[in-house]
């Protein structure tokens, strides 16, 4: 079975400083791996994925992650906080080719400090 | 516009009262899914389908059923709400291998 644990179901950063928003995931075959971010009453939008090509992958508003095979990890991050990345995050999990079904994590709240 | 929509965006009904959320993507994706967000929860699925005619459970589908009569819809259907079914849904729709795409959400509230 596969599963994602975000770790902080809460952070704050200040506008400008490094925004890290941790993901691990458990899965029994090659992972496909997915941020995903909800603004304020709106759906989910798909930041970046991982799908077995580049260990270090760039997505949209200046977003990256990192998959660590050997951490089991993929966690977020942003060198320099807006106040436009307020939101919540998800990471979601999935099977390879046959098995389309996401897993997603808790969550975790991302909050700027002025 | 490539989009996943869903209707109602809001619900207030009450206990027992049968309800259908409906599900319509415009983007030819074999693959459609629901999900309801709860609170410290996440996503879980409820429900997805492979292709029309083709659906299967999810992590939570008890009190729930869904059809899959043509590509692009994909409905959700509560029989006889209940309380504990009051959350946020959404719908989600995907080629095999691709990202999913998701609705706008339907809030539901089950008095």
């Known amino acids: 079975a596969q599963s994602v644990t975000q770790l902080g179901s809460h952070v704050s950063v200040s506008e400008g400083a490094l925004v890290l928003l941790r993901c691990n995931y458990s899965?029994?075959?090659?992972?496909?791996l997915f941020w995903y971010v909800q603004y304020p009453n709106q759906g989910l939008q798909l930041l970046l994925k991982?799908?077995?090509?580049?260990?270090l992958v760039k997505g949209i508003n200046g977003f990256e992650a990192e998959f660590k095979k050997s951490e089991t990890s993929f966690h977020l991050t942003k060198p320099s906080a807006h106040m436009s990345d307020a939101a919540e995050y998800f990471c979601?999990?999935?099977?390879?080719?046959?098995?389309?079904?996401?897993?997603f994590g808790t969550g975790t709240r991302l909050t700027i400090i002025p | 516009e490539a989009q996943v929509t869903q209707n109602p965006r809001y619900l207030i009904t009450v206990t027992g009262k049968k309800l259908t959320v409906t599900c319509s993507q415009n983007?030819?994706?074999?693959?459609m899914s629901w999900y309801r967000q709860d609170p410290g929860l996440g996503l879980r699925q409820i429900y997805y389908?492979?292709?029309?005619?083709?659906?299967d459970k999810g992590d939570v589908p008890e009190g729930y059923k869904v059809s899959r009569k043509e590509k692009r819809n994909f409905p959700l259907i509560l029989e006889s709400p209940s309380p504990n079914q009051t959350s946020l849904y959404f719908c989600?729709?995907?080629?095999?291998?691709?990202?999913?795409?998701f609705g706008p959400g339907t809030r539901l509230t089950v008095l």
């Open positions: 389908s492979m292709n029309v005619e083709v659906t």
């Open positions: 991982y799908t077995s090509a580049a260990t």
């Open positions: 979601a999990v999935r099977g390879s080719f046959g098995n389309e079904k996401l897993t």
């Open positions: 899965s029994s075959v090659p992972p496909y």
């Open positions: 983007m030819n994706h074999e693959y």
């Open positions: 989600a729709s995907s080629r095999d291998t691709d990202t999913q795409y």
